[in-house]
């Protein structure tokens, strides 16, 4: 059966993470005409090949990390790898989610249910966003002009109103028509706010699902969110052109009270814990390669290498 809704997403060493996103997908969409794309970029924690034995995974291999050949690999935008997805996808939504993120039961389905209702009703939908927040608790990105807590579930608009998905749901034509997200322009940030405002001046209209929430762990890749913040100032640069269009670009947001009866969220100290000791290794594991190589006699060597550093020790 030909999917309804496809649900793409990008990931890279975030295994633990991934396999509890997953889980609480399958328990989300059921027996309900679904995809999973995801693409990897690289990973080496054992991501892999575990997502290969997922026989309900299409998979994408795009090496996006590392070194090739005596070269550094050149990293490829946020939005390269989404539109990787989008373009292979089939149903006729999309649903963007991130791989540190829990679903609140009923809340995909819940937004397929108002699209449906909307585009019956002949209103010209383009995209439903998700209200989602942070586990632990963050502050608030700067993009927003004014902090408020985020220990409620938010959305986000720019431009007075004009919302754009964070986690949400696509019209598959919307995304076509608008010609994807722009990857030439935008390295992480803002990307997915541009793809929102293209919608919008595409004559679609972006609206919020009430009953869709998302949890969200901030704090998953701290080394790639450094690695995503050197690039902000050219991405910010790059979103000023609304500017012309809109005038003032101040955000705001959308914020909500919930008290969610599953109450998932508790599922993500135990894998933050998991997340954090394969952190520890990989950083360990070089300097007690070099301290066992000084202190162990060379016949021995060789023996405790392959007991200590074998691909399990990853893991």
């Known amino acids: 059966m030909k999917p309804i809704i496809s649900i793409v997403l990008g990931t890279y060493n975030r295994f633990n993470f991934l396999k509890l996103f997953l889980d609480s997908l399958r328990k989300e969409m059921g027996s309900f005409p679904y995809e999973t794309i995801i693409i990897d970029g690289g990973s080496t924690d054992g991501t892999l090949l575990w997502l290969i034995e997922q026989k309900d995974i299409i998979l994408i291999l795009q090496h996006n990390h590392g070194e090739w050949n005596g070269k550094k690999i050149e990293r490829k935008p946020w939005g390269y790898f989404m539109n990787l997805g989008f373009k292979c996808a089939q149903g006729k939504y999309i649903c963007m989610l991130s791989d540190d993120c829990l679903i609140v039961p009923g809340s995909i389905i819940n937004g397929y249910n ?47 109103n004009k919302m754009f998905v964070n986690h949400g749901m696509y019209l598959r034509k919307a995304i076509e028509d608008v010609g994807y997200i722009d990857e030439e322009n935008y ?35 701290l080394t790639a969110r450094k690695s995503n913040l050197e690039q902000i100032k050219k991405d910010s640069d790059s979103f000023h052109k609304w500017e012309q269009i809109y005038g003032n670009s101040a955000g705001d947001l959308i914020e909500k009270e919930f008290n969610d009866p599953y109450r998932v969220y508790e599922k993500f100290p135990k894998v933050s814990i998991i997340y954090k000791t394969y952190k520890f290794k990989k950083k360990i594991k070089p300097f007690l390669k070099e301290l066992i190589k000084k202190i162990i006699p060379k016949k021995y060597y060789k023996k405790l290498k392959l007991l200590f550093f074998s691909s399990k020790f990853n893991k």
């Open 187 to 221: 390295f992480f940030y803002y990307a997915d706010v541009d793809l929102s405002l293209k919608i919008w001046q595409k004559g679609y209209i972006i609206i919020d699902s009430p009953n869709s929430y998302i949890e969200h762990f901030s704090h998953a890749n």
């Open 114 to 160: 108002l699209f449906e209702q909307k585009l019956k009703e002949g209103v010209n939908v383009g995209a439903i966003a998700f209200y989602w927040r942070d586990y632990p608790d963050t502050p608030i990105e700067s993009f927003f002009e004014h902090s408020q807590s985020s220990t409620k579930y938010k959305i986000g608009q720019v431009y007075g």
